[in-house]
């Protein structure tokens, strides 16, 4: 699977930003999705997933309530709604894919255990 994400930029704090992530190459349903993302010395950080049949998602504590994470098969892509940022949500934000066999979900946050992962994207959150 190829990943692209997309739609990062420059918002002010309190904005609102829509990532995309664009798979291709694999059937992009049987894969579980995720977000994650790196600031500058820091860890990359877990921020949402989203099963292959949809839901609500799980989320970080940090942006629980503020983002949403959605998928549309038929694209192939997965998106990710941000609304209230705040500066510390400035990282480069990248998508990455769970095929079979799925991990558990105490592998969920461990980024090196997804199995494909896409160029990521600048968001940057000015104070």
């Known amino acids: 699977v190829q990943l692209q994400a997309s739609g990062g930029g420059l918002v002010q704090a309190g904005g609102s930003l829509r990532l995309a992530c664009a798979a291709s190459?694999?059937?992009?349903?049987?894969?579980?999705m995720a977000w994650f993302r790196q600031a500058p010395g820091k860890e990359r950080e877990f921020v949402a997933r989203l099963r292959r049949s949809g839901g609500s998602g799980l989320f970080a504590d940090s942006v629980k309530g503020r983002f949403t994470i959605s998928r549309d098969n038929a694209r192939s892509a997965v998106f990710l709604q941000m609304n209230n940022l705040k500066p510390e949500d400035t990282a480069v934000y990248s998508c990455?894919?769970?095929?079979?066999?799925?991990?558990?979900?105490?592998?969920?946050?461990?980024?090196?255990?997804?199995?494909?992962w896409g160029r990521g994207t600048q968001v940057t959150v000015s104070s």
């Open positions: 990455a894919a769970d095929g079979p066999p799925y991990l558990i979900s105490s592998y969920y946050h461990d980024y090196q255990r997804y199995d494909y």
């Open positions: 190459g694999r059937t992009f349903s049987g894969y579980d």
